[in-house]
């Protein structure tokens, strides 16, 4: 019985295809991106060395979608992802992006609750195009964080209905305070 608590395991072959354990048949990037889609965390490993390969199979998801012209991300944060890679704050870099993602998840989240007890609004187009703008954004912070999303971002209580503007706001000039300390 598959739950959706443990990760999906994809096995790839030594021919480079894609095994689903659960329904014992073979996947594509595109089922894998749709059981993503979905809700649903996966985890891609080699058969043959055990290597954990998800980063390298959800980075290629997201190239893929880049590149048919389904963009997400500007060039210039493509850009500073690059330079990351060569500077000392790469290791602030996931942290950033993991909190940076939660909080948008939060505000997300309570927009939708929101507009959710509004009937005009539960079977609009728009809400069922930010559920899966969201799943997209977590595959991205998964394949960016190696999985570390939900423990690498800064703890905080859940503000008050007025407050989640200030407190996102505050949040973001602390990450980014922090940033600027390890570029010093």
């Known amino acids: ?10 096995k790839r072959y030594a021919s480079r295809r894609l095994y689903n354990t659960e329904t014992s048949d073979y996947v594509t990037l595109e089922d894998i991106a749709g059981f993503i889609r979905d809700g649903r965390d996966v985890q891609i490993v080699d058969l043959k060395s055990g290597d954990d390969l998800t980063r390298q199979y959800l980075l ?12 997400v991300l500007p060039i210039n944060v493509l ?49 069922k195009g930010f559920e899966a703008m969201q799943a997209q954004q977590e595959a991205f912070l998964k394949a960016m964080t190696g999985g570390m999303a939900g423990s690498t971002g800064p703890s905080r209580d859940e503000p008050q209905e007025g407050e989640d503007l200030d407190a996102i706001k505050k949040q973001l000039a602390e990450l980014q305070s922090k940033l600027n300390k390890l570029d010093k």
């Open 79 to 127: 850009t500073d992802l690059v330079r990351s890679y060569t500077t000392t704050a790469t290791s602030a870099v996931p942290q950033f992006l993991a909190a940076s993602f939660e909080m948008f998840r939060d505000s997300q989240s309570k927009w939708m609750e929101n507009m959710g007890g509004n009937p005009m609004m539960a079977n609009n187009p728009m809400a």
């Open 1 to 10: 019985m598959a739950t959706k608590d443990k990760p999906l395991l994809i």
């Open 60 to 71: 290629q998801i997201v190239a893929e979608n880049e590149s048919k012209g389904q963009s």
